[in-house]
């Protein structure tokens, strides 16, 4: 019996385009981004991670890992410092100067779909060589996923909603938090919306939402504006302000979005969630 | 009335920080009268005239007008009794000529009342009294130095003041344009009886159109008179540093100031 | 009615009269025209929005609400509120905040003698974007108390960036302007480093930060009219009452003195009374730029510089015009909203241009 045949070195295609291929399993990743920090940690390749961004907070053991600035602002010195084998972010302007330096970079824009996380996973699983551990994690989620279209089943068509990110900004169906109420059977009442935009007061009113999902903060203006009064939300007690926690929830493109579903399923459906 | 001092300087001094500009300063002039006042560039013509409208205040030293201080004087009071045409007055973009005379309403315009009828009268008086009427709706800032310069000695006049001060009303100007104010200033002061105080760099003009002469040397009036008494070849000499040659004028006998080549030609 | 013409005596023999017209008017009368159709325009305004409501429903709304007036409500429920509550108070909040911004950039412009001074010239917009900034980006003080916290921050930072830089420029009982100009931009330039700084250090979503910045009207309520509004026609009726004082102050200092003006109290009323009157506007509005700029040069163009009739007319300018740009800003993208900073601007700039070139007085 001969060892097994190694498998070829994993190959991504980034953001723009190009093919970037890993000869080799990175050891040192510095990673840009929250979701793919929760995914490294989640399938035991936590401790290859040598920095971060400075807003990482979950899990807890990434407090102690160096903090090097954010996407958009970058302090390429405490980068380079690290000497990582991998640097990943979501926005490409500082490719070039750190290509200049040496450092492999991997440009992907964030997932829009919540059907895409699972297939990210399992790209880090490539990358990293923790294949196994990806695929189970992958493949939980999609087994939540089934389930959660199992429970909703029933529903033909979910509650109006309007999701408020504070001053009416809100966001289109072609957003990954607009793709979470796609699956959870909810009709975004911003339908005509691309991306993110200020929503107007006007059509707001127009259209009624059942249900109001407001990031913290943003739901105080639902009690307090008179012009909101007669919203079939308001009138039902059903404008649900999302805590700090909550809200991260439901943002990062990571593993726990499965709770982050199910406490918007939980909003949604009371009663077939309690 | 009689000799009596209608405007009266005692005693003023003022200094600029360290500089002293003017030190014990003493002046008297009748109602009436039309006297010039003369000096050197910088000896401190223009600040005097400052003093004496109350917008710069003396270290030491008051002005008096008919007997009342002026330092006593509210703001708008002073402004209805003295009225000085500045040497380089400021000319407001997009100011109609009658628009700036009427400027001049201010002091006899309660806060908020508007311009009536005797405020438009009096504006249009004071800009036919100085040749200006046809200039009144015209822009100010399209006119000619000269030009301007009646406009707003029109709107001194507009403000119905006892006292007329001038600095310098014709510097820059060619004869014809210094005569032309010149006899302008005669006409109003019979016309409304203005007491006037003019600072000049022309002493031969001064000399033919005033009935005083004051000259300011040093921080000091050094001499105050009658031209022919004050204007000696002496004291211009000394006071201005440069020698000179006083002659009578053929019409008058007004004193006037020749300069004095150092090297004769050839 | 206050257009003056004098008979001037030819003095020739046969007497021939030259009949000469001087231009004075009272300016009552383009006044009330001028309010009228700022009256109109917003009612118009009030009519458009990004949800269709026909006209004659619109009638019949406004109709029911006249207390002798009952018809049977035959329209939806959410027309009423959309037309009461949210585009009535709306174009009723941008005709004061333009109102307010308009009157205030003309007094500056008059004050500082300067034709590119706006209400934002001595620190009000960078103060009030740090004091926005700072609640926007702290979740805990966005209500205190139940009390909004967002316009009285921004209030407050307004009032205290004009007070830092009068603070520094003030000199031996007197005000020199072009120092506070500068210490005007100093403090500007100071307040923005730090929004920028807390901008960028914050982890929240920008975007309502940035929407605010860039200034609006969504969020608008009749509250928010009844808070500004005593600011705003008492700083206008104020400022309105220096006209006289305005025009004279484009004399030297010293020559409006000589004129009778207590020239330091009035630079200090003015200032106090301009930045309070923006300040307030901008507490609800966010930085809306270009009004107080364009507006009273589109009224020196059009009706001439003395500011009895520049300052209430750069009023009604203002606010026609900043009803008319919240319109388009609420019209223009579907069901979103653009900023209404952004409408003014791309307006504002071809307009002013077309105003230059057909300018005779200039």
């Not at chain 2, 040749?131 to 399209?142: S, V």
């Not at chain 2, 820059?172 to 003019?198: F, K, N, P, W």
């Not at chain 3, 010239?121 to 966005?142: D, E, K, N, Q, S």
């Not at chain 3, 509250?223 to 400022?239: H, K, N, T």
């Amino acid at each position: 019996m001969g060892s097994p045949t190694p498998a070829p070195p994993p190959i991504v295609t980034d953001s723009n385009g190009n093919t970037v291929t890993f000869l080799k399993a990175p050891r040192r990743i510095v990673a840009l981004d929250s979701a793919a920090v929760e995914i490294l940690y989640a399938i035991g390749a936590g401790d290859r991670l040598v920095g971060t961004h400075d807003f990482a907070s979950y899990p807890p053991e990434v407090s102690d890992v160096p903090k090097v600035g954010d996407s958009f602002n970058l302090n390429v010195e405490k980068v380079a410092e690290l000497e990582p084998d991998l640097l990943y972010t979501m926005f490409d302007m500082q490719n070039p100067q750190l290509e200049a330096l040496g450092i492999p970079v991997l440009y992907l824009k964030s997932p829009t779909t919540v059907e895409a996380i699972p297939e990210r996973i399992r790209m880090w699983g490539r990358i990293t060589g923790e294949v196994e551990a990806a695929e189970g994690l992958a493949g939980m989620m999609e087994a939540s996923f089934a389930e959660l279209e199992e429970r909703l089943a029933s529903v033909e068509r979910g509650p109006r909603v309007f999701h408020d990110l504070g001053d009416f900004w809100t966001t289109g169906p072609d957003t990954f938090q607009g793709d979470m109420y796609r699956l959870l059977k909810a009709e975004n009442i911003a339908y005509d919306v691309s991306g993110w935009a200020q929503f107007s007061a006007e059509v707001l009113v127009e259209r009624d939402p059942e249900v109001v999902i407001a990031t913290f903060g943003a739901a105080t203006v639902y009690g307090d504006n008179p012009a909101l009064a007669g919203l079939s939300a308001v009138k039902n007690d059903r404008v649900y302000s999302l805590d700090v926690d909550l809200t991260t929830l439901i943002s990062v493109e990571g593993p726990r979005i499965v709770e982050g579903l199910e406490e918007l399923a939980r909003l949604l459906y009371p009663e077939l969630f309690p | 009335m009689g000799n009596d001092a209608y405007l009266k300087v005692s005693g003023l001094h003022f200094a600029y920080g360290q500089r002293q500009v003017l030190s014990g300063i003493d002046l008297k002039i009748r109602r009436g009268d039309i006297t010039g006042l003369v000096g050197p560039n910088g000896a401190g013509k223009s600040t005097l005239l400052r003093l004496i409208t109350g917008t710069l205040q003396p270290q030491r030293g008051a002005t008096s007008v008919d007997g009342r201080m002026i330092a006593d004087l509210k703001p708008l009071e002073r402004a209805r009794l003295i009225a000085l045409v500045p040497q380089n007055p400021t000319v407001p973009p997009g100011f109609t000529c009658f628009e700036t005379v009427l400027l001049a309403r201010n002091p006899h315009l309660r806060f908020l009342q508007w311009e009536g009828p005797r405020d438009l009268e009096v504006s249009r008086q004071a800009m036919e009294m100085t040749d200006t009427w046809e200039f009144a709706p015209r822009l100010l800032q399209r006119l000619s130095g000269g030009e301007r310069q009646r406009v707003f000695i029109a709107r001194a006049l507009a403000q119905e003041p006892s006292i007329l001060l001038l600095d310098e009303p014709t510097a820059h100007l060619d004869i014809a344009y210094q005569t032309a104010i010149m006899e302008m200033m005669e006409r109003v002061r019979e016309r409304t009886g203005v007491t006037m105080l003019v600072a000049m760099h022309d002493l031969t003009l001064a000399a033919h159109y005033c009935r005083r002469i004051a000259v300011l040397h040093q921080a000091r009036i050094v001499a105050e008179g009658a031209p022919d008494e004050v204007l000696t070849s002496e004291r211009v000499s000394a006071v201005y540093g440069t020698p000179v040659c006083i002659s009578a004028h053929p019409v008058d006998g007004t004193p006037v100031v020749l300069p004095v080549r150092r090297k004769p030609p050839g | 009615m206050g257009i003056l013409t004098w008979r001037r005596d030819a003095g020739a023999p046969g007497g021939e009269a030259a009949v000469r017209t001087v231009a004075f008017a009272y300016p009552w009368r383009r006044l009330v025209v001028g309010a009228l159709v700022v009256v109109l325009v917003g009612l118009l305004a009030a009519g458009v929005g990004s949800v269709r409501i026909p006209p004659v429903a619109l009638g019949k709304i406004l109709a029911s609400r006249l207390p002798w007036v009952n018809i049977d409500a035959s329209w939806p429920a959410s027309w009423d509120t959309i037309l009461w509550n949210i585009r009535l108070p709306r174009v009723v909040l941008a005709g004061l905040v333009g109102l307010a911004l308009a009157v205030s950039g003309a007094t500056y412009q008059g004050l500082f003698r300067n034709p590119l001074a706006d209400p934002y010239l001595i620190g009000v917009a960078a103060g009030a974007g740090l004091g926005a900034t700072v609640v926007l980006v702290t979740p805990a003080l966005h209500f205190v108390s139940g009390v909004n916290m967002l316009p009285i921050a921004a209030f407050l930072g307004a009032l205290l960036a004009v007070t830092a830089a009068y603070g520094v420029a003030r000199r031996g009982g007197g005000l020199p302007l072009t120092t506070l100009i500068l210490a005007g931009v100093a403090v500007a330039a100071m307040a923005s480093a730090v929004t920028s700084l807390l901008m960028i250090r914050s982890n929240p979503d920008v975007r309502p930060l940035l929407s605010w910045l860039l200034g609006g009207f969504g969020r608008g309520q009749w509250r928010d009219v009844l808070v500004v509004l005593p600011y705003i026609v008492l700083g206008f009726l104020l400022m309105m009452a220096y006209g006289r004082t305005l025009n004279l102050l484009q004399l030297e200092e010293e020559e409006a003195k000589q004129l009778g003006v207590n020239v330091e109290r009035a630079k200090l009323l003015l200032i106090v009374v301009a930045s309070l009157t923006t300040a307030a506007a901008v507490s609800v509005s966010g930085l809306i730029g270009f009004v107080g700029l364009i507006a009273p040069h589109a009224v020196r163009l059009l009706w001439g510089y003395d500011y009895r009739s520049l300052l209430p007319m750069s009023a009604v300018i203002g606010a026609g015009f900043l009803i008319l740009a919240d319109l388009l800003a609420r019209t223009a993208v579907g069901s979103g909203e653009l900023p209404v900073g952004i409408v003014t601007a791309f307006c504002g700039a071809p307009f002013f241009l077309y105003l230059l070139r057909r300018s005779r007085r200039m």
